[in-house]
């Protein structure tokens, strides 16, 4: 039952990746570009955790929490850049 829903989760994740992508695309301005690349980051963390459970290998986790605090990090930066400049 666990199996069934996480594959149905990866349906979703699947599907929000690609509305991400469209936004990243269409973006109208740069930060709508940013937020979306900011989003694409933690739905990249949710399937690389997904994927961790799948495959029984808790190194991946590890992974995911590296790569959750370098997104942080760069959006931090961003915002900063934009706010009043580095």
Do not use: P, Q
């Amino acid at each position: 039952m666990v199996n069934i829903l996480l594959y149905i989760s990866l349906i979703f994740i699947g599907l929000a990746i690609i509305l991400s992508l469209v936004r990243f695309i269409k973006g109208n301005t740069t930060i709508d570009r940013i937020i979306s690349f900011d989003v694409l980051t933690i739905i990249s963390i949710a399937l690389i955790v997904i994927i961790s459970h799948i495959s029984g290998r808790a190194i991946y986790l590890d992974v995911a929490l590296v790569y959750g605090l370098l997104s942080f990090l760069v959006v931090i930066i961003i915002a900063r850049y934009f706010e009043k400049g580095l």
